[in-house]
């Protein structure tokens, strides 16, 4: 029994090394006047070269922002583990992508790399699907600094989710490097008539108060707004034809 019991806790540990965390990597991108055609050429065609297949570098998922400030900007987003991030080193991969893609580029525009990790314990999923959507819902919150009650006001708003049976989707992002603390929810739909309630979907205040007794949802609010700092909300549009799957 114990023999086994060693067997399993050295197995599960092997997994767990195994399988790493996955580091999102973003870009933002604009074209120069007249050449976003192009530009969208040369990012689909990379794609297809080096993103796509057993043979690929690692998955590129790409976006168009459709309102917010970057609206017209097309996302760039890879999924990589930290290993695959050291040993990295395709020159063709990058070279391919200078010549075909940055040249109709406006360079003065380009938001740079920004690195993020997914809080799956900030996150739910009660809609039965993983399917990637048509669109997304971003709605990015920049936190004072030392606001350790976000963590605390994330996980109960999740259990308020998971105890009511809701069938809410919706991912929690952290940003690790290129800027100031800032956390990202993401909203996936597929229609205009569910963009429409959306947020009050995942801030569902009935859900709330019945998990985690009547008043609490203005307590979460009261907290809530005096560590939030700034809001800023983007709707994406995803672009299966520029990226892996």
């Given at each position: 029994?114990?023999?086994?019991?060693?067997?399993?806790?050295?197995?599960?540990?092997?997994?767990?090394?195994?399988?790493?965390?996955?580091?999102?990597?973003?870009?933002?991108?604009?074209?120069?006047?007249?050449?976003?055609?192009?530009?969208?050429?040369?990012?689909?065609?990379?794609?297809?070269?080096?993103?796509?297949?057993?043979?690929?570098?690692?998955?590129?998922?790409?976006?168009?922002?459709?309102?917010?400030?970057?609206?017209?900007?097309?996302?760039?987003?890879?999924?990589?583990?930290?290993s695959n991030l050291d040993s990295?080193?395709?020159?063709?991969?990058?070279?391919?992508?200078?010549?075909?893609?940055?040249?109709?580029?406006?360079?003065?525009?380009?938001?740079?790399?920004?690195?993020?990790?997914?809080?799956?314990?900030?996150?739910?999923?009660?809609?039965?699907?993983?399917?990637?959507?048509k669109f997304r819902l971003v709605?990015?919150?920049?936190?004072?600094?030392?606001?350790?009650?976000?963590?605390?006001?994330?996980?109960?708003?999740?259990?308020?989710?998971?105890?009511?049976?809701?069938?809410?989707?919706?991912?929690?992002?952290?940003?690790?490097?290129?800027?100031?603390?800032?956390?990202?929810?993401?909203?996936?739909?597929?229609?205009?008539?569910?963009?429409?309630?959306?947020?009050?979907?995942?801030?569902?205040?009935?859900?709330?108060?019945?998990?985690?007794?009547?008043?609490?949802?203005?307590?979460?609010?009261?907290?809530?707004?005096?560590?939030?700092?700034?809001?800023?909300?983007?709707?994406?549009?995803?672009?299966?034809?520029?990226?892996?799957?």
């Amino acid at each position: 029994l114990i023999l086994s019991v060693l067997i399993a806790l050295v197995s599960n540990s092997i997994f767990a090394q195994d399988k790493e965390e996955l580091i999102y990597g973003s870009q933002v991108w604009f074209a120069k006047q007249g050449l976003n055609e192009k530009m969208m050429k040369g990012m689909e065609e990379k794609t297809k070269k080096f993103n796509r297949g057993e043979d690929a570098t690692y998955p590129m998922y790409t976006f168009r922002y459709r309102s917010g400030p970057y609206t017209g900007g097309i996302q760039r987003v890879s999924a990589r583990t930290a290993s695959n991030l050291d040993s990295y080193n395709n020159r063709e991969e990058r070279q391919y992508f200078r010549k075909y893609v940055v040249p109709y580029a406006d360079m003065d525009r380009m938001v740079r790399t920004k690195h993020w990790a997914k809080q799956e314990d900030h996150s739910y999923n009660g809609s039965g699907s993983d399917e990637r959507l048509k669109f997304r819902l971003v709605v990015s919150y920049k936190v004072k600094p030392g606001s350790y009650q976000w963590d605390g006001l994330r996980k109960k708003l999740v259990e308020a989710h998971e105890k009511s049976g809701s069938t809410a989707r919706f991912a929690s992002y952290q940003l690790l490097s290129g800027g100031v603390t800032t956390f990202s929810l993401t909203m996936p739909f597929n229609s205009w008539e569910e963009y429409t309630s959306l947020e009050s979907t995942v801030f569902n205040e009935d859900a709330y108060n019945s998990v985690h007794g009547a008043g609490s949802w203005e307590k979460f609010l009261d907290i809530f707004t005096s560590i939030v700092k700034e809001r800023e909300v983007h709707l994406k549009e995803y672009l299966p034809e520029l990226s892996s799957d």
